[in-house]
Structure formats: structure tokens, C-alpha cells
């Protein structure tokens, strides 16, 4: 017998019972629900910078999350009904006005077998000011009054006599970050079928799982040395892996609005992050909502949003950051949608977009010193912890856009342990089996190779190469009517484009023209992929071409970081692309320049064009502070 599924309480959404107001004005709230960081709102090292780029570049954030300011001398109560396995998580983020104080949290039994009304204290630590690299997250167990209703006690205890409140200024006060009671309950029943769906009840969930910056050689199945991602280590292994799996676009809105059309840049007309793809082409958000099914976006980084993309069309739910999220946020968030009653009865598309490898690279503790859970814990509370790395801090070594290699490696450690959460979230409830999970990256990374530090410029395999798996489940299997495979290892050149032929045939869904091939046709038995995989640089600044053993990049305008003109590289001799074989007259150069040129003098009728919108000061502002526009 299985146990039962998981079940979260979001604290932040449930409004307490002040049991204590805070002293002073009787018009002193006692909590506020904010949106507040996971760090600093500014986390560089600003000792590093010389203040010449410090005006240069706005401010750096760590990724938001929901959080209860509470304030000082205050005592707030949530009544919570637990389930089995409950456990309190929350992450002491710290005070940004003040506050000499110390966290407290205890546990009132309500009725059963403690006296009703005897507290317990769970834990006390002092209130220290917000740091640019967060605390680790809080877990404390709930055994003992499992499956008995409770009351939760916070409060934020004064060291002294709090000072008078200035005009104006804001009280003494504490923030709880991500603060939820998880634990194991019983479904209630689904509600009664509304209306008829025209869908077919045989067609499977879907979840798109889109990590941003996260190369192929960042996840366990590419990874050489120990792993970062048990949890995707354990997707992995349930799911076709394609180990070969090239982006279309070395940036984000670009790449992302090839996965969701099937269409290479030359064919869409997208090349940077503030030119909206055309309304008349058609996603695939829209096929499937068409078919009747609920369309869900959980947009990570604001310059994503619809505004910029376009990628909104289609999706009748989207949420969007106002910086950008950190990955507990978004899942959280995708949680709460899928546990609706609204998606009992019906069948749902979910996008969830995962920012938090890019810069600035800042994880939580103790992810940013150099451990990770020892296993997949999904939403169970992480019981022991292993080292990746030498275990530390790390200071930035690229202080203006807040990059370490170490941190960006802590970054996928706890990204992962974010997408374990919302596995294990749907395996509790049986929704595995009746959901297809495609993981893909939008692009990779340049971790130093090639004289490039944490940008994502550049047409090499650290900015194409990306991982790409997908989990199916009985009813979407490649082969009809048999058991779908189980941790397969692909080869052969495939795109992220090829997503989206593949997810609509595995609903049953006709694709239109688009440049994708289903990937279970292009690694079926006898087929060994693409001849050749292409991608296109941001700004239209140079094209690639690659075989499996060759690759010729084509360079135009990016002097800053690579010269223009030809770059020839012998994949076999040389994986790193380290030794450019370029106009020596090779005829590698110019059987893959011919290639090149056939491509993209192969395009598709146009559909809608695609027009750059202007953007407003505070946008540009932001893509600078990601380290674009420069």
C-alpha cells in the first residue's frame, strides 16, 4: 500500500492569529507577506569593483521567494492540521531593519495525546541581518502530533527595549522565508465532472521542466566526478536521454521561442530578449490548449515574460517574476496549480522555467559551501548531506556580475533539489503515470573556457550542448501498447527543437510546418540522428554547424569576445574546440560552409514579423544587471 500523497501548507497564504501584537501603536501590523530575496537585494562583492563599473552596472539580486516580515515583540499563531511525516520547513532569512532579536518557534497541542494547551519549544536562534549568500533552510519534525491538529507558534523576540519608532521609519522586524507545513494525507475526492472536455482520456499530462544556463556537463548523466543532481540523476533513469542534444539559440527568449514553435531563429525572426515572437505563429501552448487542456506558465526571469517573448500566447495561467524567482518559488508555485481541484477532472500542459544558474550565483547554504542532499529526498526533509566539492565559502571571481564556477555548480545542486520536490509531488499523487516530463535547457554556459567567464556568448558546446531527457509514461510511450523504456542512453544529434513535434504526438496532437523531427523517430532503431545540428548566435552575431565529428562557427560582429570570421574545429582531436583549424583550405571548411549555406537559404514562408519593442529604462537596467546589453 502506498503511502499517502504529500500535502503542503503554505503559511504565507494562510493569515495568522496575532496572539501578541507588537508593542507600541496599536496600528503596528504584526506580519506583512512580502516577496523578499534569497540573500541580499545586492550581492556583489562590491570591495572587488572599481567604482568606475560599479556605475556601470545596476545591482545584482539573489532569487525572490515568499516571505512573512514579522515584526518585533509580536506572537503569531497558524492552526494546521497535520498529516503523517509532518515537518515544519521555513528559512530565517534574517532582519533588513534592525532587529536585535531572536527567532522563536513552538508547538501548542490543540487535543490528543499532549495536555491541550502545553507548548513545546522547536527552536531559537538569534536574528542576524540578511546575507548575500541565505541561510539553509529550517526543517524541524512534526512526529509527535502527527495526524492531530495543532497550533504553530512565531515569534520574534526583542534582546532589549525596542527604540522608539522614528517618523517614517520602518519597525524592528524579521523575515521568515518560504515558511509551509508539509505532510502525508488522504485526497479528498474529486469533484463531480463539469462540462464535457474535448480531449481524449487516454492523452497524457505534460510538464516542461525548462532549466535556464544549465549545460549538458552540469548533470549527472554528462557529468564527469560526483554528481551534483540526484534528482535528476533519478528522472534521468527513468527517462529517455538524449546525450546529445544541441539549442538552437545561445539565449534565452530566442531558445525558448525555437522549443515552443519548433522553428529555428530564421524561421521565427527572434534573435535577442526584447523582440516578441509574431502572434501569427502558433506554440505549443496553443495546440494544446485548443485540444482542451488547462495551460499553466511559471515564468522565472522577467525579461521572459510575455512583453518581451511573446511566449505567453497560449497559456491561460502565467505567472511571472518581478526580478526573477528562486527555483522553490516557481515549484511552489506549479505545486499549487496542479493540486487544484480546477485539475482534477482534466488534463494540463505546465511550463516551469528555472532561473537560478545564471548569474548572479548566489545559493543558499549549504549549497554555496560545497554539499548536497545525499539523495533524491523529494519532499521529505533532506536527512544527511555529502560534499561535492572542498568544502567553503566562495568569493566572486567575476565580482561585477557575481559569478564562481563553485557557485554556480552549488546553484544546480539546489536547482535540483527544487525539481526533486515537484517529482516527488507527482509521483505521491500517481500523476507520474499519466504525465510526460520533458527536462531541457535553453542554453549552457561559459565557465571560463575560451576567455569567457559566466556568459552565455559564443557557439562552442559550453553554450550548445544542453541536456535534454524526457520520462514517459505507459500511455506515450515510443512503441504503442508497450512499456515505456526506462533510462535509455541516446546517441545521435538531436535539437531542442524536436521537442515539440514529440510532445504533441506523444497527446496525439498533428504538429504544423515547423523545423522539428519527433525524437523517437530520430533515435529509433537504424536512425542515428540529425546529419548535422545548427544554432544561431543572439543579435544575429554568427551561425554554427556541427557534425558528430566536426563543427564550423561563423562569427560576425562579436568582436568584443571572438574575432569575426571562420572558426574550424576537429571534435575527435579537439572536444574542447580549443585549436582552430580555420582557412588552412581544408575541405571540412568548405563542405560545412556549403551546409551552412543551403540552411539558411532554406527558409519558411514568413509568418507575422517579428518587430523589437523598445525598452524602458528599467529594463534595460535589469538585462544589465544580468550581464546583457554590454
Not at 474529486?190 to 548533470?219: E, F, H, S, Y
Not at 548566489?362 to 523529494?378: I, K, N, V
Not at 548535422?532 to 565529428?549: C, D, I, N, S, Y
Request: charged share 20%.
Amino acid at each position: 500500500m502506498p503511502p499517502p500523497p504529500w500535502e503542503r501548507v503554505d503559511l504565507w497564504s494562510t493569515k495568522p492569529v496575532v496572539e501578541t501584537p507588537p508593542p507600541g501603536s496599536r496600528w503596528l501590523r504584526a506580519s506583512t507577506q512580502t516577496i523578499s530575496f534569497l540573500g541580499t537585494a545586492e550581492v556583489r562583492d562590491m570591495a572587488k569593483i572599481p567604482p568606475s563599473q560599479l556605475v556601470a552596472f545596476p545591482r545584482r539580486t539573489a532569487g525572490q521567494v515568499r516571505a512573512v516580515a514579522q515584526t518585533a515583540g509580536s506572537r503569531l499563531r497558524w492552526r494546521v492540521v497535520l498529516g503523517t511525516e509532518p515537518y515544519l520547513s521555513f528559512v530565517p532569512l534574517g532582519t533588513e531593519a534592525g532587529c536585535a532579536c531572536t527567532y522563536r518557534v513552538t508547538v501548542r497541542a490543540v487535543a490528543g495525546g499532549e495536555r491541550a494547551g502545553a507548548e513545546r519549544e522547536l527552536w531559537r536562534r538569534p536574528v542576524t541581518p540578511v546575507e548575500p549568500i541565505a541561510p539553509a533552510a529550517v526543517e524541524l519534525p512534526l512526529a509527535p502530533w502527527a495526524n492531530r491538529p495543532v497550533d504553530l507558534l512565531f515569534e520574534v523576540r526583542p534582546l532589549g527595549p525596542l527604540p522608539d519608532a522614528a517618523a517614517g521609519a520602518p519597525p524592528p522586524a524579521a523575515l521568515w522565508g518560504s515558511p509551509a507545513v508539509y505532510g502525508r494525507k488522504a485526497l479528498p475526492p474529486p469533484p463531480a465532472p463539469g462540462a464535457p472536455r474535448q480531449i481524449n482520456p487516454a492523452a497524457p499530462n505534460v510538464l516542461v521542466l525548462g532549466l535556464d544556463t544549465v549545460r549538458a556537463d552540469a548533470l549527472g548523466p554528462w557529468r564527469q566526478g560526483t554528481s551534483l543532481t540526484p534528482a535528476m540523476d533519478r528522472l534521468a533513469a527513468e527517462s529517455d536521454v538524449w546525450m546529445d542534444a544541441f539549442t538552437a539559440f545561445n539565449v534565452t527568449n530566442p531558445s525558448f521561442a525555437s522549443i515552443f514553435t519548433g522553428l529555428y531563429g530564421k524561421d521565427h525572426g527572434v534573435y535577442d530578449l526584447s523582440t516578441p515572437l509574431p502572434r501569427a505563429h502558433t506554440t505549443l501552448a496553443e495546440l494544446f490548449r485548443r485540444r482542451g487542456y488547462e495551460t499553466l506558465a511559471v515564468i522565472s526571469a522577467r525579461h521572459l515574460g510575455d512583453h518581451n517573448s511573446g511566449l505567453g500566447q497560449g497559456f491561460a495561467d502565467v505567472t511571472l517574476a518581478g526580478e526573477h524567482f528562486a527555483a522553490e518559488l516557481a515549484v511552489d508555485m506549479a505545486m499549487d496549480w496542479i493540486a487544484s481541484p480546477e485539475r482534477a477532472q482534466r488534463r494540463w500542459l505546465a511550463w516551469v522555467h528555472l532561473f537560478d544558474p545564471h548569474t548572479p550565483h548566489t545559493p543558499p547554504r549549504p549549497y554555496a559551501l560545497g554539499s548536497r542532499p545525499s539523495a533524491a529526498y523529494g519532499l521529505a526533509p533532506v536527512a544527511a548531506w555529502v560534499p561535492f566539492r572542498p568544502l567553503g565559502p566562495r568569493a566572486f571571481d567575476e565580482p561585477v556580475l557575481g559569478g564562481h564556477r563553485d557557485l554556480y555548480a552549488g546553484e544546480v545542486a539546489y536547482l535540483d533539489r527544487q525539481v526533486g520536490r515537484l517529482l516527488d509531488f507527482l509521483a505521491s499523487r500517481g500523476l507520474l503515470e499519466t504525465t510526460v516530463v520533458a527536462l531541457v535547457s535553453d542554453h549552457g554556459e561559459q565557465l571560463g573556457e575560451h576567455g569567457v567567464l559566466y556568459r552565455h556568448v559564443g557557439l562552442h558546446d559550453t553554450t550548445t550542448h544542453v541536456p535534454l531527457m524526457v520520462r514517459w509514461p505507459a500511455s506515450a510511450g515510443p512503441t504503442a501498447g508497450a512499456p515505456p523504456p526506462r533510462g535509455r542512453r541516446l546517441r545521435g544529434l538531436v535539437q531542442t527543437i524536436d521537442l515539440f513535434p514529440t510532445l504533441l504526438a506523444a497527446a496525439g496532437l498533428p504538429p504544423p510546418p515547423q523545423d522539428g523531427e519527433d525524437l523517437r523517430a530520430l533515435t529509433a532503431p537504424g536512425r542515428h540522428g540529425r546529419r548535422a545540428v545548427f544554432a544561431e548566435h543572439a543579435a544575429r552575431l554568427g551561425v554554427m554547424v556541427r557534425t558528430p565529428e566536426r563543427k564550423l562557427i561563423l562569427s560576425r560582429g562579436n568582436t568584443r569576445f571572438f574575432p569575426d570570421g571562420p572558426a574550424l574545429y576537429d571534435l575527435r582531436a579537439d572536444p574542447g574546440e580549443e585549436r582552430s583549424l580555420a582557412g588552412r583550405g581544408l575541405p571540412a571548411e568548405r563542405e560545412l560552409g556549403e551546409i551552412l549555406r543551403r540552411w539558411l537559404a532554406a527558409r519558411r514562408p514568413p509568418v507575422g514579423r517579428a518587430e523589437p519593442r523598445p525598452l524602458s529604462d528599467e529594463e534595460r537596467r535589469r538585462l544589465e544587471a544580468l550581464g546583457y546589453l554590454r
